[in-house]
């Protein structure tokens, strides 16, 4: 793997950005640091059970935490750095609990009311001893508006921290920090591959990297090369983590040994942008950048303030002027926040020719190929690729609040042959065929990647780019369905369907725990119960009512009774989460 380094002391850079005075970075940013939660007026020694609360490292956000009582604690986001507008992203760390503590969190402060965890989305844990992120139980997540917190809407989430002298972590959605993309690229530059080069093209206002990766076979490099370019950028929203780990998949799969990627490889060139803000992503923004500026608004006219921006937009306009290379297409990759599935942003052309052309890739990604117009092709044949990806989903606009986006942008600035488009994936999951929603994991999200990968070669098919591959995939699918008749004759196995319920019970022995489950299922009823009024007393293993309580006003501020209400099961004997 080539590398080339425009940026002065890359390493150090580097370096200093995810180890350097970590305290001192962090303090000036507002997040708690080795908080511990104590009640008001408490001035004894710190013991066993007063958690303490820490968001003082890299991606971190956590303002403000807020002692209720022994097993409630209100906690805020920290607004985006220079803009207060967006509170969304969360992710921060719990110890000195006591075995078995039970504790109910509540997200008091967020910017945003339309939410996934209305829909059944509960934040990510992980701990010390089990280090894979995993999803907290929907049954012991709660999303509604609080009479107690001005009838804002509150996330509410219960937790049993199960081990002593273990760190929990909690976060919003998967985190996929700066220092991770490093390490991954690090990892393959080290592997010298011939047809993977790594540029850093420019430096943040924190001196980060940003970098390029090129993927393409070396011939396709020389100056009097026609050569046709598709250029994908991620991560301009520092909150939407789930892009990174799509893009990680996308590069996965054109660095692999399948026959596909190196076709891809010989008659493409690749050029990706992992991470558009990492300034944004280090310091757990959800949407700006330092400069308390959405990038994602500023295409048009990138200042100073701006340079990875400024960089991405100067290769991509010094590609579209060379006319050895034709960018063919332009691809930015974000998480949703409040939608389910994946789905494209096309663009709406007054040209009919190039709209028709513009939604070619998208309905190609559908199953409903029959019908498809030249402008949804590419989304129809990701639908065929990918179970996740919705094509009733995808739409094409030109809405004036999006003319600043890399989409809108690009679309209307490259040459009309350019496809520009918008992948969006939600940070909860997608639909599956039971209609019901299977949550997205790491290994999920890089899937979909891929499949958006293998995409490419569908569409470069339709043209005859890549007719090569036409024998050699009648083959594969010839061993495919040989391997399928012996699955058949297999009994007791999972269908390829199950993929991800299979990823969710792999991890269900981790997360049994922190999770309600057998074993402590009347230790979380007990600590929602206890949510249902300040009024309540834990004695034992029953809650008692206090008896100066007004019970309609217990119902009437209760979070689970507003959840739950007319369930009369919750409160019964046999009630399980």
């Not at 380094?5 to 640091?33: E, F, I, M, Y």
């Not at 906690?75 to 760390?93: A, G, H, Q």
């Not at 010298?192 to 080069?197: D, M, Q």
């Not at 390829?496 to 319920?501: A, L, S, V």
Request: include cysteine.
């Amino acid at each position: 793997m080539a590398s080339t380094d425009s940026c002065d002391s890359s390493d150090s850079v580097g370096d200093q950005s995810t180890s350097n005075s970590r305290h001192n970075v962090h303090l000036r940013l507002g997040n708690v640091s080795n908080y511990y939660a104590t009640p008001p007026n408490y001035n004894a020694a710190i013991k066993k059970g007063h958690l303490k609360f820490d968001a003082e490292f890299e991606c971190g956000n956590l303002l403000k935490v807020e002692y209720i009582s022994e097993f409630e604690y209100d906690l805020y986001v920290r607004p985006d750095i220079s803009n207060s507008r967006f509170r969304v992203w969360f992710y921060f760390t719990v110890s000195n609990n006591k075995a078995g503590q039970r504790a109910i969190f509540n997200i008091v402060n967020f910017s945003k009311t339309k939410s996934l965890y209305r829909d059944g989305m509960a934040p990510v844990i992980k701990s010390t001893t089990r280090p894979k992120w995993v999803r907290l139980s929907a049954k012991n997540a709660f999303y509604y508006r609080s009479p107690d917190h001005d009838n804002n809407y509150v996330m509410s989430f219960a937790v049993v921290l199960d081990k002593e002298n273990e760190e929990y972590s909690f976060a919003y959605c998967y985190p996929y920090s700066y220092s991770k993309l490093q390490r991954y690229l690090d990892a393959i530059e080290a592997r010298s591959l011939r047809y993977v080069r790594r540029e850093c093209i420019a430096l943040t206002l924190q001196h980060r990297r940003l970098d390029m990766i090129t993927i393409t076979s070396p011939g396709n490099l020389q100056h009097d090369v026609e050569k046709k370019l598709i250029f994908i950028s991620a991560r301009v929203h520092p909150g939407e983590s789930p892009s990174s780990y799509v893009c990680q998949g996308i590069i996965d799969f054109l660095i692999s040994d399948s026959p596909a990627a190196k076709i891809l490889r010989d008659n493409l060139v690749f050029k990706i942008v992992p991470m558009l803000n990492p300034d944004g992503v280090s310091v757990g923004n959800y949407r700006c950048s330092l400069a308390g500026d959405d990038l994602n608004r500023h295409w048009h006219n990138p200042t100073r303030q701006h340079p990875t921006l400024s960089a991405t937009k100067d290769i991509l306009m010094e590609h579209d002027s060379d006319n050895t290379c034709n960018v063919e297409f332009y691809v930015d990759i974000h998480g949703h926040t409040s939608l389910v599935n994946a789905f494209i942003y096309g663009n709406i052309f007054d040209d009919s020719t190039r709209f028709e052309k513009q939604s070619i890739f998208p309905k190609l990604l559908s199953n409903n190929a029959d019908d498809f117009s030249m402008q949804s092709i590419f989304p129809k044949l990701l639908s065929n690729n990918a179970d996740d990806f919705s094509m009733a989903k995808t739409c094409f606009n030109k809405d004036a609040v999006k003319a600043g986006t890399g989409r809108r942008f690009l679309g209307s600035y490259l040459n009309p042959n350019a496809l520009c488009y918008t992948l969006e994936v939600s940070c909860y999951g997608y639909q599956n065929v039971a209609n019901s929603i299977t949550p997205y994991t790491e290994e999920g999200f890089m899937r979909l990647g891929r499949s958006f990968a293998k995409t490419f070669v569908d569409y470069y098919e339709l043209n005859g780019c890549v007719s090569e591959l036409v024998a050699e995939r009648a083959a594969a699918a010839a061993i495919r369905r040989k391997n399928a008749r012996e699955r058949e004759g297999n009994k007791g196995k999972k269908q390829t369907g199950d993929r991800d319920i299979k990823e969710t019970r792999k991890t269900d022995s981790q997360a049994v725990l922190w999770n309600s489950s057998k074993q402590n299922y009347e230790g979380i009823k007990s600590a929602l119960e206890l949510r249902r009024s300040r009024n309540y007393k834990l004695q034992g293993n029953s809650i008692e009512k206090n008896p100066k309580s007004s019970i309609s006003k217990i119902d009437e501020f209760s979070p689970i009774s507003l959840k739950l209400r007319h369930r009369e099961r919750f409160y019964s004997k046999d009630f399980k989460l």
